[in-house]
Every structure is written in structure tokens, then in C-alpha cells.
């Protein structure tokens, strides 16, 4: 074979793998939704990621209870697809307004997660506003738009 023929040969192989990459990446996402809307029956979630080209990409899911304080504040941040959530205990119990008026408490770090926590906050403003009830058991393609 030809050299080129062999490099368009690694690149459907890198890109297989990528793909299966990514695949696990959102089940392991689908996973973790479900686990945090069988777990709670009220309140509301709101979730961010921040794309980043040269930095760290994130996802972060934000569970608030009907009163608005943090019940679950899990974090994925990193470069690979094997990267998983990470529950972040310092922020349950918080309130809500302490999480939308000061997003720098990530620390200058991680402007990923803290763009992402931003996004979050303002998705859960926006149910609120719209006056939905506090109920998380909801499919998760509505919960995520």
C-alpha cells in the first residue's frame, strides 16, 4: 500500500476511536442525569459546559433545592473523554444567590468551570423566572434545553 493510502487508514482508525471516546462520554453524562433526577423529586437543575479550543473544556450539573440552595454541584473538567464528575461538597447547602454573585470562588484556575457554573445558574434564573414548578422528574432532553 501507499503511504497515503496508510495514513487515511490511521486516520479512520483515530477517528473510530474518538468516536466510541465521545459515546461513552455522553452515556456516562445520561448515567449521572438520571441518577440525580431518580434521586430528587423537587427542585430544580441547571447545567453549563464551556467549550474551550486551547484550555480545558467542562460540563457542570447544578441541583438546587424549592428554598434555592445547592443540593449537588458536580464538575467535569479536563481534556479526555475518560474524564468523570466530580462532586464538589464544599458548595451543597450554599445558596443560590452566593453561587450567582460570586462564580470567581472556582478560583482563576478553572474559568471553564466557572463560565460553565455561570451558564448553569442562569439556566435555573430562567425556569424560575418562567415560573415552573420546582420538580426535577423530567425528561432529559427537556431539562437540558
Given at each position: 500500500?501507499?503511504?497515503?493510502?496508510?495514513?487515511?487508514?490511521?486516520?479512520?482508525?483515530?477517528?473510530?476511536?474518538?468516536?466510541?471516546?465521545?459515546w461513552?462520554?455522553?452515556?456516562?453524562?445520561?448515567?449521572?442525569?438520571?441518577?440525580?433526577?431518580?434521586?430528587?423529586?423537587?427542585?430544580?437543575?441547571?447545567?453549563?459546559?464551556?467549550?474551550?479550543?486551547?484550555?480545558?473544556?467542562?460540563?457542570?450539573?447544578?441541583?438546587?433545592?424549592?428554598?434555592?440552595?445547592?443540593?449537588?454541584?458536580?464538575?467535569?473538567?479536563?481534556?479526555?473523554?475518560?474524564?468523570?464528575?466530580?462532586?464538589?461538597e464544599?458548595?451543597?447547602?450554599?445558596?443560590?444567590?452566593?453561587?450567582?454573585?460570586?462564580?470567581?470562588?472556582?478560583?482563576?484556575?478553572?474559568?471553564?468551570?466557572?463560565a460553565?457554573?455561570?451558564?448553569?445558574?442562569?439556566?435555573?434564573?430562567?425556569?424560575?423566572?418562567?415560573?415552573?414548578?420546582?420538580?426535577?422528574?423530567?425528561?432529559?432532553?427537556?431539562?437540558?434545553?
Amino acid at each position: 500500500m501507499a503511504i497515503w493510502q496508510w495514513g487515511l487508514l490511521l486516520l479512520g482508525v483515530v477517528w473510530a476511536l474518538q468516536s466510541y471516546g465521545v459515546w461513552l462520554q455522553m452515556r456516562h453524562y445520561a448515567d449521572v442525569f438520571k441518577g440525580i433526577t431518580g434521586k430528587y423529586d423537587d427542585g430544580y437543575i441547571g447545567t453549563g459546559n464551556f467549550h474551550g479550543r486551547l484550555k480545558k473544556g467542562a460540563i457542570v450539573i447544578v441541583v438546587v433545592s424549592p428554598d434555592l440552595k445547592v443540593r449537588r454541584l458536580l464538575t467535569m473538567s479536563g481534556w479526555s473523554v475518560f474524564t468523570k464528575f466530580q462532586r464538589n461538597e464544599g458548595f451543597e447547602g450554599m445558596p443560590l444567590d452566593r453561587l450567582r454573585a460570586e462564580p470567581a470562588i472556582f478560583g482563576e484556575k478553572n474559568p471553564g468551570v466557572r463560565a460553565a457554573v455561570t451558564q448553569a445558574v442562569q439556566q435555573i434564573d430562567r425556569r424560575i423566572e418562567a415560573g415552573e414548578e420546582p420538580v426535577l422528574n423530567m425528561p432529559m432532553a427537556q431539562a437540558t434545553a
